[in-house]
T-cell receptor
Framework: AQSVTQPDIHITVSEGASLELRCNYS??????LFWYVQSPGQGLQLLLK??????LVQGIKGFEAEFKRSQSSFNLRKPSVHWSDAAEYFC???????????FGAGTRLTVKP | EAEVAQSPRYKITEKSQAVAFWCDPI?????LYWYRQILGQGPELLVQ????????DSQLPKDRFSAERLKGVDSTLKIQPAELGDSAMYLC??????????????FGPGTRLLVL
């Protein structure tokens, strides 16, 4: 079965600095990958997804992610972080021909003024 | 923009009591999911419905948890009796569910359960 690892439990960046959140997946075939964001006490909001095609995908709120098959990674990036980006970020993977979504443990982002 | 609705948003109960959560998916979405999210972890699937039928409930603790979606629209998740370890966020999600393609799941705001 597919699985996801988010190596960083907590990351702190300064407002205006760039951001990269790491995500590694394990799956034997073509994965379908997602990034969700969760503000405290709230549900999950979809940031972006990768199904096929261009390996660099653009999402909402200025986020992008790059699928690298050779590294089994799908890292999330943002060139300039805003204080409102402080939240928990989850990477998720779905295997081909099923909707069994597996989430990573999440990375909590703190933004310093 | 259509959203997944859940209620209540917060629930405090004592152990051994019964609790129920309600979810109304985005209109037209045939597939509905219930997830449990323990603090500090990612969501884990409890049960998946396609219309009114259960597709996957392999991770649902069936001795105390039950879920139904009688008319294939809204859904109820019940816990009876609640245990201390059930304290978590319960998330509902829905997707179109009209094909074999991988679909995006849209999540509701969740119900935060605290069992005392």
């Amino acid at each position: 079965a597919q699985s996801v690892t988010q190596p960083d439990i907590h990351i702190t960046v300064s407002e205006g600095a760039s951001l990269e959140l790491r995500c590694n997946y394990s799956y034997g075939a073509t994965p379908y990958l997602f990034w969700y964001v969760q503000s405290p006490g709230q549900g999950l909001q979809l940031l972006l997804k990768y199904f096929s095609g261009d390996t660099l995908v653009q999402g909402i709120k200025g986020f992008e992610a790059e699928f690298k098959r050779s590294q089994s990674s799908f890292n999330l990036r943002k060139p300039s972080v805003h204080w409102s980006d402080a939240a928990e970020y989850f990477c998720a993977v779905v295997g081909y021909n099923n909707n069994d979504m597996r989430f990573g443990a999440g990375t909590r982002l703190t933004v310093k003024p | 923009e259509a959203e997944v609705a859940q209620s209540p948003r917060y629930k405090i109960t004592e152990k051994s009591q019964a609790v129920a959560f309600w979810c109304d998916p985005i209109s037209g979405h045939a597939t509905l999911y219930w997830y449990r999210q323990i603090l500090g972890q990612g969501p884990e699937l409890l049960v998946q419905f396609q219309d009114e039928s259960v597709v996957d409930d392999s991770q649902l603790p069936k001795d105390r948890f039950s879920a139904e979606r009688l008319k294939g629209v809204d859904s109820t998740l019940k816990i009876q009796p609640a245990e201390l370890g059930d304290s978590a966020m319960y998330l509902c999600a829905s997707s179109l569910g009209r094909g074999i393609e991988i679909e995006t799941q849209y999540f509701g705001p969740g119900t935060r359960l605290l069992v005392l």
